[in-house]
């Protein structure tokens, strides 16, 4: 074969199948960059003040979903069509690619466990980034979640990533709203009504709050006497917020309760410890000596 000869085939070649391989790649690539824009559309349409925050978690979830299934598609669908272009068959290869996956999925029955449990997990709107959930045993801000795991990180910065095939309960603690639970202890000889009363108040005043009161949904629940303890009387109630806002109107309550139950000399009891000397079969009991000494410095 001459120089004339391959470089007319050359020609030939770039002219043709040349320039629709240069097209292919250029659609690749605005494909590529509208599936970027789609989701990044998406994300941005529900993080708009009038949504709600969860709307905003769950589109920010979906939205990295939708771009890596829109980009995984397209790339497949560009390296086809490139084969096609160097004469390559396709029919044949798509028959050899069943067969591997078929063996591929046999051998990873763990990874097909875990993608398909994390699109129900997805499809059933069970975790969004942003929530604070316990999966597995470990609890955790979502700051991932996909087809395979789901990446935590705990109040100590740890990073936990957990496999979606072993999630098999999920506690949300974090879904559309959250209540921050008291259980508050008093002595026995204060008056429970007065302390209901005192409670109420101070949930109140924390509504009026500027700093957490717009975390507040609702007027605070006040249960009533809960249980008797060992050493107090419990007194359960709790306050509905905004989620992932319980511990900071948790905290803000506990802080004013505290100040209101000093003010009015309402106790918050130590533990009591009673000590039973045993009686014999006459009902008499033995004798407990105490030892009361006074130390040398003391004296001094």
């Not at 690749?28 to 990044?40: K, N, P």
């Not at 209101?260 to 009902?283: C, S, V, W």
Request: aromatic share 8%.
């Amino acid at each position: 074969m001459n120089i004339d000869s391959w470089l007319a085939r050359a020609i030939d070649w770039l002219t043709t199948s040349g320039l629709r391989l240069l097209l292919i790649i250029i659609l690749t690539m605005v494909a590529l960059r509208l599936a970027r824009l789609v989701s990044d559309r998406l994300h941005k349409i529900f993080a708009r003040d009038r949504f709600e925050g969860e709307t905003q978690k769950r589109a920010k979830t979906l939205g990295s979903l939708v771009r890596y299934a829109l980009s995984a598609t397209i790339m497949v669908v560009a390296l086809v069509t490139v084969l096609g272009e160097f004469g390559i068959e396709i029919g044949p290869i798509l028959a050899a690619a069943g067969v591997v996956g078929l063996a591929v999925g046999f051998g990873a029955q763990q990874l097909v466990q875990d993608v398909i449990s994390g699109f129900f997990i997805l499809l059933e709107d069970q975790i969004r980034v942003g929530d604070v959930v316990q999966v597995s045993g470990k609890a955790g801000l979502v700051e991932k979640v996909n087809l395979r795991m789901v990446v935590l990180r705990d109040l100590a910065g740890c990073v936990h990533y957990v496999r979606n095939g072993h999630i098999d309960l999920v506690t949300n603690m974090t879904q559309d709203f959250s209540y921050a639970v008291f259980d508050i202890g008093v002595a026995y000889r204060e008056n429970t009504d007065e302390v209901i009363a005192v409670i109420k108040q101070v949930g109140e005043e924390l509504r009026n709050d500027e700093t957490v009161g717009g975390d507040i949904m609702e007027p605070i629940e006040v249960f009533g006497l809960d249980k008797f303890g060992d050493s107090a009387l419990i007194i359960k109630a709790r306050i509905k917020t905004r989620p992932i806002k319980q511990w900071n109107v948790g905290r803000a309550f506990n802080r004013l309760l505290k100040q209101r139950f000093d003010a009015k000399n309402i106790e918050i009891p130590f533990p009591h410890l009673t000590l039973y000397m045993g009686q014999d079969k006459q009902g008499a009991a033995p004798p407990l000596f105490v030892d009361v000494s006074q130390s040398k410095t003391a004296q001094d």
